[in-house]
């Protein structure tokens, strides 16, 4: 069982930044896309940005130029540096770790507990 602990959320004003992180224990995969989710009030869970087992990265379209998502697998970090916030980027963000185990199953899918980003006008 692998545990994903995210942290780093927190309030800015439109135009700040955060970064987040988010620490991979347990049980380790070796064959794991991480990546970050988020999910605002009333709306679905939706992709922010993600990275492959092979570095690999990719970006909603909603933050490219802004975010910038890295992957230690030393150290089973994710890192999303988020530059020029806005208003509508306040949302809950969780890490999640999608690991494959065989080319013909379902991966499993981790998630962590999620961390609240909250921008102000």
């Known amino acids: 069982q692998t545990r994903l602990v995210e942290s780093g959320g927190g309030s800015v004003q439109a135009g700040g930044s955060l970064q987040l992180s988010c620490v991979a224990s347990?049980?380790?995969?070796?064959?794991?896309?991480m990546g970050w989710y988020r999910q605002a009030p009333g709306s679905e869970r939706e992709l922010v940005s993600a990275?492959?087992?092979?570095?690999?990265?990719r970006y909603a379209d909603f933050v490219k130029g802004r975010f910038t998502v890295s992957r230690d697998k030393t150290k089973k970090t994710l890192v999303l540096q988020m530059n020029s916030l806005r208003i509508e980027d306040t949302a809950i963000y969780y890490c999640q770790q999608s690991c494959t185990i065989t080319p013909t199953t379902s991966p499993l899918v981790f998630w962590g507990q999620g961390t609240q980003v909250t921008v102000s006008p």
């Open positions: 990275v492959s087992n092979d570095g690999v990265t």
């Open positions: 347990g049980y380790i995969f070796s064959e794991c896309e």
